[in-house]
C-alpha cells in the first residue's frame, strides 16, 4: 500500500540555520502532497501541498518540491526561527482516499 | 480559520472502563469527521470515517465494538472506547474537512488517553 517515510527526529538547529527535513513516498498513482505542522497543544494544520509533479508548495518560509523522478516531497527553509519549533508531518492523498501520514519529525530552534 | 475542538484533552482510566472523546467542529458542519490514532514516535493511522446520519466506515484491523463511533450531528462525533484495556492507551486525533474540500482538513489537539 501508499507509504511516507520520514528523516527521523528530533531535529535541533540554530535559528537562523537553513533546515530540510526529508519525505519520500511510496504509491501506485499521483497522489497530492502535503506538509501538516502541529505546534504544542495544537493540533496539525496544513503548511503547503503540492498536487503534481514538479509543483512546488510554499507557505510561511517554507517550500517543497513534488519530485516524481526520486519520490519526494522534501521540506525546506532558508532561515528557521525559533517559533517554528513544532512536529512536521509529510502525507500523501490518492484522489478522494484517506490521508497517510509520515511518523514526524520533531523540529526544536535555539535562540 | 475553521476550529475543531476536541474534549477531553487527556484522560486516565481503570482498565475495563468505558471512555467517550467528542470531536466538534465550532464555526463549520462536518458531514464526515476522521478519527485517528498516534503511536509515540509514530504516524497517525487512521481508525474511522464518521458519517452524519449514517454508520461510521472503519480501516482494516480496527474493531467497530472496540471503537464505537456516533456522529449525531453535523458539528458533533464521538469516539467511545469499550472496555479499555492498556494497550488502548494512546494519542486520539479527528480531523473534519470543509465541504467540497477534503485538502483542507482541519485537526483538533487531541486526546491522549491512559489506561490504567
Known amino acids: 500500500g501508499d507509504s511516507v517515510t520520514q528523516m527521523e527526529g528530533p531535529v535541533t538547529l540554530s535559528e537562523e540555520a537553513f533546515l530540510t527535513i526529508n519525505c519520500t513516498y511510496t504509491?501506485?498513482?499521483?497522489?497530492?502532497l502535503f506538509w501538516y505542522v502541529q505546534y504544542p497543544g495544537e493540533g496539525l494544520q496544513l503548511l503547503l501541498k503540492?498536487?503534481?509533479?514538479?509543483d512546488k508548495g510554499s507557505n510561511k518560509g517554507f517550500e517543497a518540491t513534488y519530485r516524481k523522478e526520486t519520490t519526494s516531497f522534501h521540506l525546506e527553509k532558508g532561515s528557521v526561527q525559533v517559533s517554528d519549533s513544532a512536529v512536521y508531518f509529510c502525507?500523501?492523498?490518492?484522489?478522494?482516499?484517506?490521508?497517510?501520514f509520515g511518523q514526524g519529525t520533531r523540529l526544536t530552534i535555539n535562540p | 480559520g475553521a476550529v475543531v475542538s476536541q474534549h477531553p484533552s487527556w484522560v486516565i482510566c481503570k482498565s475495563g472502563t468505558s471512555v467517550k472523546i467528542e470531536c466538534r467542529s465550532l464555526?463549520?458542519?462536518?458531514?464526515?469527521m476522521f478519527w485517528y490514532r498516534q503511536f509515540p514516535k509514530q504516524s497517525l493511522m487512521l481508525m474511522a470515517t464518521?458519517?452524519?446520519?449514517?454508520?461510521?466506515?472503519?480501516e482494516q484491523g480496527v474493531e467497530k465494538d472496540k471503537f464505537l463511533i456516533n456522529h449525531a450531528s453535523l458539528t458533533l462525533s464521538t469516539l467511545t472506547v469499550t472496555s479499555a484495556h492498556p494497550e488502548d492507551s494512546s494519542f486520539y486525533i479527528c480531523?473534519?474537512?470543509?465541504?467540497?474540500?477534503?485538502?483542507?482538513?482541519?485537526f483538533g489537539p487531541g486526546t491522549r488517553l491512559t489506561v490504567l
Open positions: 480531523s473534519a474537512p470543509v465541504a467540497g474540500g477534503m485538502d483542507t482538513q482541519y
Open positions: 504509491a501506485t498513482g499521483y497522489p497530492s
Open positions: 503540492a498536487t503534481k509533479a514538479d
Open positions: 502525507a500523501l492523498r490518492q484522489g478522494a482516499q484517506k490521508l497517510v
Open positions: 464555526d463549520f458542519q462536518a458531514t464526515t
Open positions: 464518521s458519517n452524519e446520519g449514517s454508520k461510521a466506515t472503519y
